[in-house]
Structure formats: structure tokens, C-alpha cells
């Protein structure tokens, strides 16, 4: 080899799996403790940053924390993680406040019970120092603001308490014998019954107000968050709301000149998509519609719907055939056509009582860059690409081994159970729940083979169930098909059956680490790899 020549770099392989650690849980339930139904998470949401993360509950609040070590070595965090530098703490976060954001509600005209549940919860462009949020439940969507007050704290004060009176003037004892409390003189009298005005000479006498000069001493100033309803979005679904979709601000993809808004978003129930505009409560523009002329010729409804991460006029939403339409509100003002859709051909022969039920599609996520769109059926997770219609390039099985037992859990309903799914920042992984409080990871990069299984509690890894690593049958890294997972059995590692009765339904995956954040009934769990 002459001395000029240079070596070709061999080409990267696959990310290695990540080795998953736990790293806080909040409202952690002790043995034999029941949980309470208003106190189980329902909804799990990281803001743009990572800095800051909501929860809603079955009760209708809203509990919000925030990072703690986003700073060390007085260099922001992600800053150093740019840098390659070594940060040894791992991500921590705190409680920093709650709120009631919905109360249970009656409709005396349906006559139906309207729960305080939150649905969903999504973050909205800070402003000022303060947080912003939507957050909804079946029938209303309200916008929250969560800021900072300063309260003075008072420690000395130079009026006595006692000789102080309610309108804050001092009591009598303290007022000038030639004067009365009201200001006036007892040398003069006015008839002020009869038409006798006499003044003296000079005129009108002047009114003499006591005056108060009250002199405190502040020894702090306490800092109270204080969350406050801006607006409410009402009475503009007929069905219950299944999501809430914002325009956000971006700046994770410089290149791409057309950005998201930041003034509007959307909301969906199980037949129509409003659009919103986030200053204008009392109305808004329905851009889709589904419900037929007659109601018994309705065949889908809507499941999930979804902004793009960057292009403003670009949403897709998802229905309970398996479908995934993207539409273009440039196109009309209602979006009766789609400008693309996703469906993966059904297999011949493979047809049966429950192929509707479990291909109904529960959730569906951009990629954060929008080229992918990851969704989560009952069975499987599926990976799209946007410019790829002609079915999913990655499949993965969540819990295939639960498909000879579809008629049991369609008899206690559990085959209705809605899991999300969400994504990592860099695209590379994948991550859904299942039951007996189990959440699994996928890696969705070319050749990888990554499933991993992790419990939420403090010790995830403890029914760990290997995957067997096998020859990837990737194509390219376009248009490959994998379908990963399926080995897994309906048992753990030590041959515990898995318990249907506690599912994972919600949980969040951090927008630049590789962290996740799940619920598991009452409880928060995060890890971190």
C-alpha cells in the first residue's frame, strides 16, 4: 500500500441496544395499597426542551415538573452533550406544581355525564418566563398559563392592630378632639335636611381626610406558581375528543423554511377535526368531516390525529380500519380528500371475527424531523415512511403471543385498550406499552435488531425476555420490511404469566435523550440508557 493511498472507513453498523436504567418514581405505591380511580395517569407530555413535563389524571388535574440538573459545570446540559463532554448524573427531574384543569360536568340536554378524565395534554410556545398548555377531556379543551408571582413577606409593621379599623383608618382615639372621625368640625352645623347652607366667609370648608402612613419592612420575597385558565374552547364536539394537536415553533431543523405557526391547532373526536386558533375561543373551521348522511352507514371513525412537526399546512390523522391519511389544508377549506394514505394490504386467508378490531390504529406520532410516522395498532407498532404509500418499512410485534387469547380479551374488553406509542429524538428507536406493566424498545435503524422488554418499576430489566439476534432482512434503508419481537412468549424469564388487569397505556419518550417517562396506574416512572 503506497504511503498516499487512503483506507476506506467500513461502513457504520446499527446502534448497540441501550441499557436501560431506572432513575425516579413518583407517587410510588407501597404493598397492597389501592390505587384511586381519579388518582390513575392518563395523559404523559415532555415539553420542546426536556425541561419540563406534564401529567393528567383520570381527576382531572395536571401535575407539572421540571429538570434539575439541566446545568453543570455552568454550561447548559445539551450544550455539553454537543461537546462529547462526560456528564456522570443522569436526568433528574422535580415536582414543581398541580392544578384542577377540569371538574366532572353534566349535559342536562344529552343527558350525559361528561367525566373530568384529561385526554391529553400538549405544550404550547413560552412566552415571558411563563408555561403554556392545552389540555382537554372529553368535551372542552382549555388553554392554561403557569407562572411565577413574587409575594412580599411582611415582618414589622409600624401600626398597632388594635387601634386599626376595618376601612383602614385609625380608630377613634387617635383623631384630633376638634375634629370628628369624618373629617368634619363639631363648631360648625349644617342643616343638610333643610335648604340652611350657611358658610362662613371664604367658602366651602375644606374636607379633612384622616391619612394612614404605615411603614413594613420586607424580610423576602417567596415565589408562588400561580396557574391560570386563559381560554376555553367549548361546545364544538358532539363526540368525545380523542386528540389535541398543536402548531408548534421549531428550530430543530434550520434548513427547512417553512415552520410551524405557533397560532394554531387541532382537535379531533371521532368524526370530525377542528382547527383552532389559539386567541379565538369562541370559534373555530371544520377542515374534516366523516359522519355520513345516515348514521348506519358508518364503517370508520376517527382514532388520532397528528401536526406536522415543521410544515404548518400538513396533518394526518388515523382511523379504526388501520388507515393513516395525510391532508394538505392548502388543498380546500374541508379536506374531503386526502393528499396521501397509508394501509397495509390485508393477507389472503387471513381474515377473521377480530382483523378490524385489532388493526384499529390507537395512536399515531411524527418522526421529529416528519419523515417518518410511527402508529400503534393493538398488535404491532408500524414505522411509514411519507414518501413511501405502499406499506409500513418496519413492523414490529408487541405481544404476538396474546393472539390466541383474542376472545378473552375481547369478553373482559380488553382488546379495546388504547396504547400509545412515541419516538426517540434522533429517529433510531421506538417504544409502546403493553400489559403487566411492561414497555418495550425497538430499534428501527437499518439492521438493527434491538427489542428489549423493560417493567416499570425500579428494577426494569427484572423479567427481561432476550431476543435471539438473527440475519436482518433488510433491503435498503428505504424500502426494508423487518418484523421484530414475535419471539417473545406469554411468559417472563421466570415463567410468570403476564397480568392483564395492569396495562401501560402512556408514556413518553424525551425530545433529545434517550430517557422515557411511563405511567403505570397512579404512578410516574422515568429511566434513562
Not at 407517587?27 to 413535563?53: C, M, N, P
Not at 343638610?192 to 366651602?204: A, I, K, Q, R, T
Request: with cysteine; proline share 5%; aromatic share 10%.
Amino acid at each position: 500500500m503506497n504511503g498516499g493511498d487512503e483506507v476506506a472507513a467500513a461502513p457504520a453498523g446499527p446502534p448497540q441496544s441501550l441499557d436501560w436504567k431506572f432513575s425516579q418514581v413518583f407517587g410510588e405505591r407501597t404493598a397492597g395499597e389501592e390505587v384511586q380511580e381519579v388518582d390513575i395517569i392518563s395523559a404523559i407530555e415532555f415539553d420542546k426542551t426536556g425541561d419540563h413535563l406534564a401529567t393528567g389524571d383520570r381527576g382531572g388535574r395536571v401535575v407539572l415538573f421540571e429538570r434539575t440538573d439541566t446545568k453543570d459545570h455552568g454550561v447548559p446540559r445539551r450544550d455539553l452533550e454537543r461537546m462529547e463532554y462526560p456528564i456522570g448524573r443522569h436526568p433528574e427531574f422535580r415536582y414543581k406544581t398541580e392544578f384542577q384543569s377540569h371538574e366532572p360536568e353534566f349535559d342536562y340536554l344529552k343527558s350525559l355525564e361528561i367525566e373530568e378524565k384529561i385526554n391529553k395534554i400538549r405544550w404550547c410556545q413560552t412566552a415571558n418566563g411563563a408555561l403554556f398548555l392545552l389540555s382537554t377531556n372529553d368535551k372542552t379543551i382549555k388553554f392554561w398559563k403557569v407562572q411565577e408571582k413574587k409575594v412580599k413577606k411582611i415582618s414589622d409593621m409600624n401600626l398597632d392592630p388594635s387601634k386599626a379599623v376595618g376601612n383602614g383608618s385609625i380608630a377613634s382615639s387617635s383623631t384630633p378632639k376638634h375634629c370628628l372621625a369624618n373629617g368634619g368640625s363639631p363648631d360648625r352645623s349644617y342643616n343638610y335636611l333643610g335648604n340652611d347652607f350657611s358658610f362662613p366667609p371664604g367658602g366651602l370648608p375644606s374636607l379633612r381626610l384622616p391619612v394612614v402612613v404605615v411603614l413594613y419592612t420586607v424580610t423576602s420575597q417567596e415565589t408562588n406558581l400561580v396557574a391560570r385558565c386563559r381560554r376555553v374552547y367549548a361546545h364544538a364536539h358532539d363526540y368525545h375528543i380523542n386528540s389535541v394537536s398543536n402548531n408548534r415553533y421549531t428550530d430543530i431543523v434550520p434548513l427547512i423554511l417553512l415552520s410551524s405557526d405557533g397560532e394554531t391547532f387541532i382537535s379531533a373526536d371521532d368524526l370530525r377535526i377542528n382547527l383552532w386558533n389559539l386567541e379565538i375561543s369562541n370559534q373555530s373551521f371544520n377542515i374534516v368531516d366523516v359522519k355520513p348522511a345516515n348514521m348506519e352507514d358508518l364503517t370508520e371513525v376517527i382514532t388520532s390525529a397528528e401536526f406536522h412537526p415543521t410544515h404548518c399546512n400538513t396533518l394526518a390523522y388515523s382511523s379504526s380500519k388501520g388507515s393513516i391519511r395525510v391532508i394538505d389544508l392548502r388543498q380546500s377549506a374541508l379536506c374531503d380528500s386526502h393528499a396521501k394514505l397509508f394501509e397495509e394490504p390485508e393477507a389472503p386467508g387471513s381474515r377473521s371475527f377480530f382483523t378490524e378490531i385489532i388493526a384499529s390504529i390507537s395512536d399515531i406520532k411524527f418522526a421529529r424531523d416528519g419523515r417518518y410516522i410511527l402508529s400503534r395498532d393493538y398488535m404491532t407498532l408500524k414505522l411509514w415512511d411519507i414518501n413511501m404509500d405502499s406499506g409500513p418499512v418496519a413492523t414490529f410485534q408487541v405481544h404476538e403471543y396474546l393472539r390466541p387469547k383474542l376472545c378473552d380479551l375481547y369478553e373482559n374488553d380488553s382488546i379495546f385498550d388504547k396504547f400509545e406509542c412515541c419516538l426517540s429524538g434522533d429517529g433510531l428507536r421506538v417504544a409502546t406499552g403493553s400489559y403487566s406493566n411492561l414497555f418495550r424498545v425497538f430499534g428501527c435503524a437499518p439492521g438493527s435488531t434491538e427489542a428489549t422488554t423493560l417493567e416499570a418499576s425500579k428494577n426494569p430489566m427484572r423479567r427481561q425476555v432476550q431476543t435471539p439476534s438473527r440475519p436482518s432482512r433488510s433491503l435498503s434503508s428505504i424500502t426494508r420490511v423487518v418484523r421484530r419481537g414475535a419471539e417473545n412468549p406469554g411468559v417472563d424469564a421466570n415463567g410468570n404469566a403476564f397480568d392483564f388487569t395492569t396495562k401501560l397505556l402512556h408514556l413518553a419518550w424525551h425530545p433529545t435523550e434517550n430517557s422515557i417517562a411511563c405511567a403505570a396506574a397512579n404512578s410516574l416512572y422515568m429511566y434513562y440508557a
